[in-house]
């Protein structure tokens, strides 16, 4: 009896001949991947996901990217992984696309599921469509990024003047320590500076 999924040996005159067996015959044929859908659709970008048949020996997919009623194509593999989604970049707006998976084992591809067809939106459409109460992560960070910035230069301005305040107290407090050492100065420079008086009775010499 020969192994599943293989052809048994035929016999032939004079002896028995082995028939070697093809790798499609002896692994099991994989099916194509089920519920192939488009998330996450943006103007340049999108993401597909799909399901497979549980005990399929996958080992990863490949991705047929096309626009539709063009000929140019986008492939995409990757192995080693049990990823059911894939990234889809650099995409134009207001594009129509065609998009096909396969899995992938160790005895090949299995057939590409069905066709999926979506268009990505134009820049103004996804704007308009966007709830003005919705708030992104990325603005959030924004709005943090700005608030901290906001922030240190009030604080920093605040340091300033406080030492402004600082500096205009010590010269205010050195000028008034000051002002009695000036009056004492000005007092004993007018006395200095004034006429003495001559003693009354007294004779006045003239010199003949």
Known sequence: MGRAGCEAPQEEAGGWRNRACLPRRCHAALSAPLNVTIRELEVNSAVVTWEILEGDPVIGFAITQQKKDVRMLRFIQEVNTTTRSCALWDLDEDTEYIVHVQSISMGGSSPPSQPVLFRTPKESEKMASKNPDEVTMEEVGQDAQLRAGELIIIVVVLVMWAGVIAL?????????????????????????????????????????
């Open 168 to 208: 205009f107290c010590r010269q205010y407090d050195i000028i008034k320590d000051n002002e009695p050492n000036n009056n004492k100065d000005k007092a004993k420079n007018s006395s200095e500076c004034s006429t003495p008086e001559h003693p009354q009775g007294g004779l006045l010499r003239s010199n003949v």
